[in-house]
């Protein structure tokens, strides 16, 4: 393929990892564009080029949230002149359980984020270099990852490859506690010799590891502050925390709310649940005693269905339930019935559609979200309810477009990518970005300072387009927006 210097997939365990420009097809699950895809895919990898890219608009045609075909078939009008490259991290696989299905959801909400930047970036005016997208998937397991990071780094080092660097959710990062439990200490130093920036927009606990990682999210210690300030704020005295023992976010989110709450010398008793079984969470509700007044919920959507229908059965609905971050990326996975059962819990987001004309109610908005609409709702497929990931942006939709924001930030602000880094430690207090999620300011181990984090709630739908329960803002519980 001209111009996709040392793109390189392999198989590994079932799953395709590596970087790919088209000519590897990783979003698999989608029944509807995955024929056309793989299709574009051959044509793509015989150097048939123009009908490489047809096929990929035949897939966005049939189903326009396809982002990873939006991707290559914008890559492909760019590919063989002088360009920009950077590289999207995401996680798909070819398992079908809760946890794969899972990934998939919040990686295909990273894709958008990221191919809205970019149809932003290249229908900007002047004669710069245009933006290609290469999209880097991690698969499922720890060696999945590790092998992915190893064709990156070979990529990048020893073929050629020139990206200005690696956003979104790169290598298993998010909470996988790649030092803590010793697991993968060979993807930290490869991690640490990646010769290009790291910008994740997904929770890590990563402070102080790695000289190239910044984050348009809080820590997982962020996160765990936030989770008591809101009980603090609610007056909770004598909360319990549930959480998800085989997720790897959640299990390192519980660890560290136990350590915060430890150091403060506050009581927060956990309890591990499987998430894939009933009896578990129902067990780990044994602990719950007439004195708890609010509970920590660790875990997944589909596990929080549970979790609330068995504390009405048990008559425990006095308790206040706050649930992470991680329970927002999965709702899309319910039935209406289900979500009707988690009206009344409370969630931490660190992103919300409505956040920017709610804190910054005088200004114009940005475009993103005007062509979110365009990119992913078109005239003619925009009838129905509103729905995330067609016609309103998921949270890890928002988050990409910010990392990409910071990231041609730094990339103007120093003119060049071999000063990128430099550029992305100027986005400081002093200097910070205002994203679409908040205002941005790096600290000295990359994490934001100050970011906001949301506390949202789940309300009955008020009207015909939003007739099943829906998410409203309930209040700014860390940080500031602007």
Known sequence: MPGAVGLTTELVDGDCVGISVGQSIFDQGNGLTISAKLQAAALLRAGRISQ????FLLARRTDPTDAEAGIYSEDLLYLSQPHLSLLVGVHFSHQGGLYAQQDALQSRAILQGALVYQKEYNRGQGSRMKLVLLIENSGYSAETALEAARLTQKCLQVKGLHALALIGWPFGLAGDDVVQEGMSSDLLKLLSSMPVPIVASVPTDLSGLLPNFFSV????????????????????????????????????????????????????????????????????????????????????????VILQKALAAQRYSHLVVLGTDILYHYVDLLSSRDRAALVGLHFLSFAYPDEYSYFLPGKQPPAFFADYLNEFSPPGQSEGPI??????????????????????TAFQREGSESALLQGLKSISPALPVQGISG????????????????????????????????????????GRYS
């Open 52 to 55: 490489a890219r047809t096929y």
């Open 217 to 304: 999210v809080p820590s997982l210690q962020g996160e765990a502050a936030a989770l008591v300030a809101y009980m603090q704020h609610i007056g909770a005295h004598n909360p319990d925390v549930i959480y998800d023992e085989n997720l790897p976010s959640a299990q390192a989110l519980a660890h560290d709310l136990q350590s915060l709450t430890n150091r403060r010398q506050q009581v927060y008793p956990s309890q591990a649940y499987t998430g894939d079984s009933a009896e578990g969470i129902q067990d780990s509700l044994k602990f719950i005693t007439p004195t708890n007044d609010a509970l920590v919920f660790i875990g997944a959507a589909p596990s929080a």
């Open 387 to 408: 729905t995330y990931g067609k016609s309103r942006e998921e949270s890890e939709v928002i988050l990409s477009y910010d990392a990409l924001t910071v990231v041609f």
């Open 439 to 478: 205002q941005i300011a790096f600290g000295p181990d990359g994490y934001p300072i100050d970011k906001a984090v949301l506390v949202l709630k789940i309300v009955p739908g008020p009207s015909p387009a939003q007739s099943g329960p829906y998410t409203e803002q309930e209040m700014l519980i860390s």
